[in-house]
């Protein structure tokens, strides 16, 4: 199984950015699959997750602000980023779980300038 994370990029305070996770490689019973980020000097953390019925959950943070989705056809997974703030500056990850190996993919960049 491999991840790849794109979409990041630099944008102003209260923009959008939407970032993409292709999936790629043998996925079975579509596992859940989350976005964390890592600010510098700061521990990762969870963003949000999506379970494959498309349950969704979200930190705090960003509630309101993030929507996360997923196509299990195309394999694919998706963060809309919107009202963008600068503490949302890190570098995002896409993960998932499968029989009990967890996969991390690239890291994308996203820097919010105010």
């Known amino acids: 199984v491999q991840l790849q994370a794109s979409g990041g990029g630099l944008v102003q305070a209260g923009g959008s950015l939407s970032l993409s996770c292709a999936a790629s490689?043998?996925?079975?019973?579509?596992?859940?699959m989350r976005w964390y980020r890592q600010a510098p000097g700061k521990q990762r953390e969870l963003v949000a997750g999506?379970?494959?019925?498309?349950?969704?959950t979200y930190a705090d943070s960003v509630k309101g602000r993030f929507t996360i989705s997923r196509d299990n056809v195309k394999k694919m997974m998706y963060l809309q980023m919107n009202s963008l703030k600068p503490e949302d500056t890190a570098v995002y990850y896409c993960?998932?779980?499968?029989?009990?190996?967890?996969?991390w993919g690239n890291g994308t960049q996203v820097t919010v300038s105010s």
């Open positions: 993960n998932l779980v499968q029989y009990g190996v967890l996969y």
């Open positions: 490689g043998r996925i079975d019973d579509s596992p859940a």
């Open positions: 999506v379970s494959g019925g498309g349950d969704t």
